[in-house]
């Protein structure tokens, strides 16, 4: 599908179409976070979606978590969820266009829902919003599918494609992955 664009994804959000929800925080993201990360860090989440991360990261305290979509219909998931969350810390636009600069990027179900050809600005994109000793952590789809969102890959194409551009610290089976997703996710830190 090559027309994933703002469109598509306001509204799959609109007629309330987003089953990659799962509705909840992914632990693994932000045990990450509360290990690695310190509490004036700034913490972006592209394609956040109803932001459940967002929202668990500013309740404890990381007061610059930065949430991204296209969609404005996910914003207001989390915006009318949480009322004491800045509303201009919920970003809606275009990933590529982002010109800010970051401590940490959190990846969850963004990288996969990517058109693969957008993959290589992808990299360049998350580089050039790290700061220098920024961390891009998350986690990435270990499975064949070409025909998504989801688009998936495997551990030699992601080394291929990040390598020249980040250095490698992680990249392993994510033991923790929530059930629908067990076996299929890589754990990722550049």
Known sequence: MSNLNAAYWQNRYAQNDFPWDIGYTNKVLTN???QNVAKDDHILIPG????????????K???HVYALDYAADAKALLVN???????????????FE??????????????CALNPILRPHYVDQMHRLLNNEGV??????????????PYGGN??????????????????????SIAPR?????????
Do not use: H
């Open 32 to 34: 990450y976070v509360e």
């Open 48 to 59: 956040a979606g109803s932001g459940y991360e967002a929202e668990y990261l500013w309740n």
């Open 61 to 63: 305290g990381y007061i």
């Open 81 to 95: 969820r949480v009322s004491n969350f800045p509303a201009d810390q919920y970003l809606t636009g275009d990933f």
């Open 98 to 111: 982002l010109d800010q600069r970051f401590d940490i990027i959190l990846e969850q179900t963004f990288f």
């Open 136 to 149: 891009l952590f998350g986690l990435l789809f270990e499975m064949d599918q070409l025909d998504g969102p």
């Open 155 to 176: 551990i030699a194409e992601y080394k291929d494609l990040f390598e020249p551009t980040f250095e490698l610290k992680t990249m392993q089976k994510c033991l923790d």
């Open 182 to 190: 067990l076996g299929k996710e890589l754990i990722i830190e550049f």
